[in-house]
């Protein structure tokens, strides 16, 4: 079902049972890569929440971020699900926001120009001078990219837009249980008189991974198993192999240490599944369950020892596929979505669930006709890219990644229908020459579509 007939034929299915339109709850988490949900396949971790999450809703099991300007690719990655602008447009747009602010919409100022009240918490990372755009009050609000998890600097709410370092003040609770308290206390202020979006950024499970002590002590490094890609150190220089997140982890990598840092991990992201759970309850408690639509997401994924990596400046499945949940009103429950999506998508689906016109300037494609049935439209290939050294393209089953280096060429291939974790490059096959030049074709086709700014680069 393509979205014209579903619209066409489906936008009652999604209505809320009152008289107005569904409220929205986007709860968005830092560095939690796709398969780190229990009810998405890990064993090994504790998610009771999100498996309820997963339960009463629909999961899409690929759906990715399209990547990265800068080793810090949670910027770009909030710019797009904000903007519903591909890469290197919500990045020129997003950022230069004084020149450009007429160009694009934000997805928090189109639901407040729908008649939402609009409410903002938590990390922001884009430009202060647009959470007035998005949000018409917001609390305990985080400007910066990574801090101390009980220390976080935070800020209240300017109604004038005024926001700097000299207000912040340091948040007396550890990071996620911080947000959580504001987006209870918000949610138990609604009156039902208008419709509500309420954002709720996490600053997990990012590092550093201190979990309090109780859910560390929930993971032992000596069960965890070593990621079926890990490496002692990645095969080739791919430009990043000392960015800061590499510097995390001693070389080579040791499976010691990447199962210990695996653990900490693990034990934030059960932490936030409690935080979670509380923000669920609470719609529970104050009556609004059936009247909102909850999404879960997180803004890119991380390496801890696939591929000899640790960090997200790579354009692996482990750093580019990110865990995304649609639940509420006229979702069906306990379903999962196999097509593949970017988070940049998330915008117009939501639009297309409440019955808002989605602005014009979104170049994402609503999920909503997938949502609805495991047949609906999704999208049939995907461009990814990180800086200027790294291009990639997938088509679901094969998966190219191409990289220049100072001037060196790499190219590997992947089918990740039979090596989903990408352990075996198959690039170097004779054999896959022509299959290389196919993907490569597409991916440059690519390069034009989203104004690839290095495209003349990757032309040879």
Not at 200 to 210: C, E, K, L, M, Q
Request: net charge positive; proline share 6%; charged share 20%.
């Amino acid at each position: 079902m393509n979205r014209r007939a579903f619209l066409a034929t489906s936008a009652a299915a999604w209505a809320a049972p009152s008289s107005r339109r569904s409220n929205v709850v986007v709860l968005f988490a830092d560095d939690q890569r796709f398969n780190t949900i229990r009810a998405m396949g890990n064993s090994e971790i504790r998610t009771p929440h999100l498996d309820k999450l997963c339960a009463s809703g629909v999961a899409f099991e690929r759906a990715h971020i399209m990547g990265g300007d800068s080793g810090a690719v949670c910027v770009a990655s909030r710019a797009m699900l904000l903007s519903g602008q591909t890469l290197f447009r919500a990045m020129k747009n997003v950022h230069g926001a004084k020149e450009r602010a007429s160009e694009f919409t934000l997805m928090g100022e189109h639901f407040r120009n729908s008649g939402y009240s609009t409410y903002g918490i938590g990390k922001w990372h884009n430009p202060p001078a647009l959470f007035n755009r998005c949000f018409e009050n917001g609390s305990a609000i985080f400007f910066g990219g990574m801090t101390d998890q009980s220390k976080v600097p935070i800020q209240d709410y300017d109604p004038e837009g005024v926001y700097g370092s000299a207000r912040a003040k340091i948040g007396a609770k550890f990071s996620s249980e911080l947000f959580a308290d504001e987006a209870v206390r918000f949610i138990g202020k609604q009156d039902g008189k208008k419709p509500f979006f309420l954002y709720t950024a996490f600053t997990s499970p990012h590092d550093p991974r201190t979990a309090p002590p109780s859910y560390m002590e929930q993971y032992s490094p000596g069960v965890i198993k070593l990621p079926e890609s890990f490496m002692a150190q990645h095969p080739f220089d791919n430009g990043e192999l000392k960015v800061r997140d590499e510097l995390l982890a001693g070389f080579p990598r040791s499976p010691g240490e990447v199962c210990r840092h695996i653990a900490a991990y693990y034990a934030m992201i059960t932490h936030l599944d409690s935080q979670i759970g509380r923000i669920v309850d609470s719609l529970k408690q104050n009556g609004l369950e059936k009247d909102t639509l909850i999404v879960f997401a997180g803004d890119n994924g991380l390496a801890l020892g696939n591929h000899g990596l640790m960090g997200k400046q790579s354009l692996y499945e482990h750093s580019v596929r990110v865990p995304l949940i649609f639940s509420g009103p006229g979702v069906p429950k306990n379903q999962k979505r196999s097509g593949l999506g970017y988070l940049l998508d998330v915008y117009p689906t939501l639009c297309d669930l409440t019955g808002t016109k989605t602005p014009g300037n979104v170049e994402g494609v609503s999920l909503a006709p997938a949502i609805q049935s495991p047949k609906g439209a999704a999208r049939p290939d995907l461009f990814l890219a990180y800086r200027n050294l790294m291009r990639g393209y997938s088509d679901g089953e094969w998966k190219l990644i191409t990289y220049n280096v100072n001037g060196t060429r790499k190219t590997q291939l992947f089918n990740l229908r039979e090596d989903p974790n990408e352990v075996n490059d198959v690039g170097e096959m004779a054999e896959a020459k022509e299959k290389i030049a196919e993907l490569m074709g597409k991916l440059r086709e690519w390069m034009k579509k989203v104004d690839d700014p290095t495209a003349a680069a990757w032309a040879a």
